[in-house]
């Protein structure tokens, strides 16, 4: 059974000469394999002026190279029955195909071929401009929670780019260069920036060989410049107000947080099931369910985050209801977990729910290889194994004291969208 | 809802979903399930899958949608939602509470064809979850409390929906495509008719459209054929067969004439949905007709993708797919683009629609997407609930356990003639109603 066997025991984990990584899981239940890349850069490693340049690069990475023009991978993967596909995050660029196990090679020679040969023709940039821009009105300019989501995410950090939307300011995308696309790529596809996992029925060694001779032959490249910025302490509320066409408010309430470095993740981890895990959760119980205040509520937590982020609550008030009732009582059940002790239940089912949902990732192969490459971008996929661990040992003490400690009045950033009169 | 950070590239794919599992093409030769009937006609799947210590469940009665009464749309909805609110041994928060705390999950939804309970639960509290599973088939208890709470919280639902682009198109395109007809309805029905919806039509629907002689149960996972029996007849065996026959709706009938209409918008963007009536899966003709979807609108190398995305950079996401359901069937294109392009990317999807009924797919076309909608088959099946869910749909649509390799056979077959005859039927531009949602002047 998957989950008995520690993830340390299975995975053939290599650090190729070029400081590529590489982590293999054999998995032969299916004649399938999911392929994926990671790139370390996201909308994290931008700059003011050229914000949207991680995401640009991630549609430019499926417009060839010399020896395999525009439109040639995408076509090269379905004919022959695969799925491509890729995100950016404000982490990580990540690509994947999931494909019949027997057409691996395909894929790496693909991923190698893209990872150092990129056309980035001047041409097919200015077309992709347009898409990207598309995007953005679909993603954000013309969908009420993208849109306040990236208003709350710019008035939360005034030092670290977190600040800054991953899909781009408009302007931005309008404006960036071909050279300065270039320059990015130079700068952050380098194998020493980079990770391969592969998740499926092949054989570990062949593969890492295979990989071996493709990847292996690519350059290392500098190291690509850390992120320096530290988002200093916030010292008040912060609060923004728009109006957009829909149908219901919206309210975001933001806290800095820490991220997994941090004694407290795990606590914090706990804490958003408890708050929104399911529909016995104490945000849909007493605000959806019981008072039927909100049409939908909840909170999040990035527990895999690279630098300190955002913990997140929100609302969509029910027709009648107000943004300022929503903000008020989602702001109640923050304070209560600071003076009251969860229950025992609520403690044990939020525990249940993350290691269950553990357990069903094993099923799909492709979730088996995110999970471990997002413990491997977070310091070793070896993590794995300690997570529930660390998971079991959280006390309701220990969420009494992580909600005091991180959700000060004073910390929080505060979005309401409010419907604009048809 | 949360500010999710990830920004995928294709949406296409996202999309797919919409097409349905049914879409796909086979697995690997080997029978896909264990079926039997049990006595009270309850169709029982089986697929042992071992590896992975969880188990996927699927209770599918025909309760959909399409048995709503006419001045009733919304209640299968409003009755499938109700299911897990209270049984005869438990309030819904209790059902809540008992599901969740052993971290699985347990809804119940309707669609347009069929009500769904689906249930995963690790292996290690199957036999709770099959409680609960059975609790909330046979002893629903409807409260009043319940039906009051969930018809405005549908209400809510559906105000908010109003706001999203596609769902508002694609509502105002279902009701072109099939007027007069169950699915010209949503399925979720309108803020008016919920209203309008009570208790006793709860009752009353669930009483007549869930029964035994209509159910598919799945079972799939970590589980053997003899457990699954065993647990399923000891908890649905003694479910009576009602006397007289299930009832039944007539299928769409000849499709109507193509009409346009545009829901204004203060967006930046138009969402632009052309649609039609198509066929089922039972006919011939559907497999051309997947592989001309395809061509014509279907991956990342599509000819509207290729023209619209990628050559004049008009839209982020375009797509073509066929919907097929039980008593009749549907082909559409969709593409956003800013508001002052709509025009253009109207005359380009038409002009490729033309072009398929004109001249024949090149080779390379035709082979790569047969090659993609076979090759593509194993992820659909890669985990017990795609599973779970792929068997129960295809028993309930007729399609026959060896529907998955009949599929690749057909789809393999598919000819560049082939393909060309089914867009001369199914593609001419003037045969597709048209919406249009944006800020039209």
Known sequence: ?422 | MTARADRCRGAARAVVGLVGVLVSGPAFGAPLAHREVLPNGIVLLVAERPAVPIVAVRVLTRAGAAFDPDDRAGLANLTGALLTRGTAKRTGPEVDSAIEFVGGSLEATAGRDSLTVALSVQKKDLTLGLDLVSEVILSPTFPPAEVTRKVSEIQAAIKRSEEDPGTVASRALSRLVYPGHPYGVPVEGTRESVARLTRDDVVTFYARHARPDTTVVAVVGAVTVDEARREITARFGSWARPAGAAPSITPATAPPSPREETVKRELTQSTIMLGRRAIRQTEPEYFPLSVASYVLGGGSVSRLYARVREEAGLAYAIYSWVSPARYGAAFAVSAQTRTAEVPKVVVMIREELARMTREPVAERELALAKQYLIGSFPFRLETSGKVADFLVAVEDQGLGLDYADRYKEQIGRVTARDVQRVAAQFFPPESFSLVIVGDTK
């Open chain 1, 1 to 422: 059974m998957p989950r008995e066997v520690p993830a340390a025991e299975r995975v053939v984990a290599a650090t190729l000469d070029n400081g590529l990584r590489v982590l293999l899981l054999e998995d032969h239940r299916s004649p399938i394999v999911s392929v994926q890349v990671w790139y370390r850069v996201g909308s994290r490693d931008e700059q003011r002026g050229a914000t949207g340049i991680a995401h640009f690069l991630e549609h430019m990475m499926f417009k060839g190279t010399p020896t395999r023009g525009p439109k040639q991978f995408a076509r090269l993967v379905e004919e022959n029955g695969g799925q491509d596909n890729a995100f950016t995050s404000q982490d990580v660029t990540s690509y994947f195909v999931d494909i019949a196990a027997d057409k691996l090679d395909l894929v790496i020679e693909l991923e190698a071929d893209r990872m150092q040969n990129l056309l980035l023709d001047p041409k097919e940039i200015a077309s992709e401009r347009e898409v990207v821009i598309e995007e953005r009105r679909t993603r954000t300019e013309d969908d009420p929670g993208g849109f306040l989501g990236e208003e709350v995410n710019s008035i939360a950090f005034k030092a670290h780019p977190y600040g800054y939307p991953i899909i781009g300011w408009m302007e931005d995308i309008k404006r960036i260069t071909p050279a300065e696309i270039r320059a990015f790529y130079k700068t952050y596809y380098v194998p020493n920036n980079a990770l391969v996992v592969a998740v499926g029925a092949f054989e570990a060694p062949a593969v890492l060989g295979k990989i071996r001779r493709s990847f292996g032959r690519i350059p290392r490249g500098k190291t690509p410049p850390p992120v320096l910025a530290v988002e200093p302490p916030q010292n008040g509320e912060r609060r923004v107000t728009v109006r957009k066409e829909a149908e219901l408010p919206i309210v975001y309430l933001g806290w800095h947080v820490p991220n997994q470095r941090s004694n407290d993740a795990p606590a914090l981890e706990v804490l958003s099931t408890i708050l929104s895990g399911g529909r016995a959760s104490r945000l849909y119980r007493d605000l959806v369910y019981q008072r039927q205040l909100a049409l939908e509520a909840g909170g999040d937590y990035s527990y895999f985050s690279i630098d300190p982020n955002l913990f997140w609550f929100w609302a969509t008030p029910m027709p009648g209801q107000t943004s300022e009732t929503l903000e008020t009582e989602l702001s109640k059940h923050m304070e209560r977990l600071k003076t009251e002790p969860v229950t025992d239940e609520e403690l044990a089912r939020a525990k249940n729910q993350i290691e269950s949902a553990f357990v069903f990732q094993d099923d799909s192969v492709h979730r088996r290889a995110a999970l471990l490459a997002r413990f491997e971008l977070i310091g070793g996929y070896e993590l794995k194994d300690s997570f529930i661990t660390k998971i079991r040992a959280v006390t309701a003490a220990d969420l009494t004291r992580v909600a005091g400690a991180w959700f000060a009045p004073e910390g929080k950033s505060v979005g309401v969208l409010l419907p604009k009169a048809r």
